[in-house]
């Protein structure tokens, strides 16, 4: 079974989001096990969603890392990660040192299966962000067709707050790819796709997907990722050996520091500039 993405897609104009079923985890209270995701903030241009999955390691999509108009790479300096970010707070901020996409992720080419497949990315930070100020959280395998997932992501609309989709659905998994009928926009770019079957039991949920694309049609959303177990471990041995690896300007380190519940503070970086309609917000679809 092939996915419905349709080569030779075009760019959605803006929508105003429906947004069912989503959370607002809007106060520190609401972040608790959700720490570890977070805003990738790019420069002046936009943000997309990322994810830890070590101390010093941001999962995100590849084509955040991109300036498509430029046709070049971000420089890693322009980036910065805001662990649940919401508003003016952020529970820690770090720069990126050096990052790294996929080998076989073709960042110029229009949108397809293909470029889906690769669209991964990992940043390093500079300065690690402890476990016992954001939990990160492992790679797993995703189920098959019916399975269901969980989505945390910001997205136009609601670009100042973190919101949680509790429960959709896997409509297709197969050659690499996976869709998913989570609630999606622009900015929800490398958010996380969760399985949190295990939770039950005392497991901590996974990450099984990010969001890369997606399309919206007569009020539905259906979104588009890929499987990450395999893309994630090559990165990762990417990134040590140093090839592929896009390396930064040299960036201060800066000390962790976790809000308190309802702390009213800035965040480590200064009040973080809001960015609806970014150039490397999610890129959304139509046939």
Known sequence: MILPLVLGMTLLAPLASAQSGL?????????????????????????????????????TAGHCIFDRGAKKPHDPSE???????????????????RMIADPQYAPYAPVSPQTVRHDVALLQLATPIPSSIAAWFRVGTAGGKGAQ??????????????????????????????????DVDHGSSG??????????????AQIVSLVSSGER???????????????????????????GVIEGKAAPTQSARML???????PETGKPRILNGGSSGAKFLRP
């Open 191 to 204: 958010a996380p796709v969760f399985d949190r079957t295990g939770v039950s039991a005392g497991q901590r």
């Open 149 to 182: 997932v969980s989505v945390v992501s910001y997205a136009r609309g609601r670009a100042d707050t973190l919101s949680w989709q509790r429960d959709c659905t896997v409509f297709g998994h197969a050659q690499g790819l996976i869709g998913f009928d989570c």
């Open 79 to 97: 980036l910065t990660f805001l662990a649940g970010q919401t508003g003016d707070h952020n529970i820690a901020a770090r720069p990126v040192a």
């Open 260 to 266: 308190k519940p309802n702390q009213r503070s800035a």
């Open 217 to 243: 049609s007569n009020g539905k959303v259906r979104a588009y990722g890929m499987e990450l177990p395999s893309i994630v471990a090559q990165l990762k041995a990417n990134l040590r050996s140093g090839r």
């Open 23 to 59: 959370d607002s985890l809007s106060r520190r209270s609401d972040l608790f096990g959700w720490e570890a995701v977070g805003k990738v903030h790019i420069g002046k241009t936009g943000y997309c969603t990322g994810v830890l999955i070590t101390p010093d390691l941001v999962l």
